[in-house]
């Protein structure tokens, strides 16, 4: 299966562009199921039912409006920040607007609904910032599907 883009994340077509794998240290069970819905195929991941991903969460034309907005999303991060519960991703606001940001959150909360989004706008508003935190274990799942410590600039 490949990978979607975002803040360093390899590409996934529309489809597949909320979908991701889990692989938690610790010997987590990953179960898998096909998922065939119309134009959309792909794998339906989940580690003990606390993290999944839900391929039928947007529509094809949701799903290709996320897909544009996850490239530029990935094209114009400046840095990724390690926090306690999990990363920062930041933009600069020339490049990427908050309502975009706001956009791609709304869609990957539907398809990733585990994941809590933290959006703020700092340095009196010349640095936009995407946190992405949750449960225990899902800095594990935001490292191997954002693609943490892949790109580092």
């Not at 990978?3 to 010997?27: E, K, N, P, T, Y």
């Not at 199921?33 to 991941?45: P, S």
């Not at 409006?65 to 926090?83: D, I």
């Not at 946190?131 to 954002?146: A, C, N, Y």
Request: aromatic share 8%; net charge positive; hydrophobic share 40%.
């Amino acid at each position: 299966m490949s990978r979607r883009s975002f803040a360093g994340m390899r590409s996934r077509d529309a489809a597949g562009a909320g979908l991701s794998l889990l692989l938690v240290a610790g010997g987590a069970k990953v179960a898998k199921a096909q998922v065939t819905d119309g134009n959309r195929e792909g794998v339906l991941m989940t580690t003990g039912g606390k993290f999944y991903c839900n391929l039928k969460a947007l529509n094809p034309t949701e799903w290709a409006r996320h897909k544009q907005l996850t490239e530029k999303l990935s094209a114009v991060r400046q840095e990724v920040v390690e926090t306690t519960k999990g990363y920062e991703f930041q933009f600069s606001p020339a490049k990427v607007t908050l309502a975009e940001l706001a956009e791609w959150v709304a869609a990957e909360g539907k398809c990733c609904p585990f994941l809590d989004f933290h959006i703020g706008v700092e340095h009196e508003g010349t640095l936009l910032c995407l946190r992405l935190t949750g449960e225990e274990g899902v800095k594990g799942f935001i490292r191997m599907e954002f693609g943490v410590g892949d790109r580092q600039r």
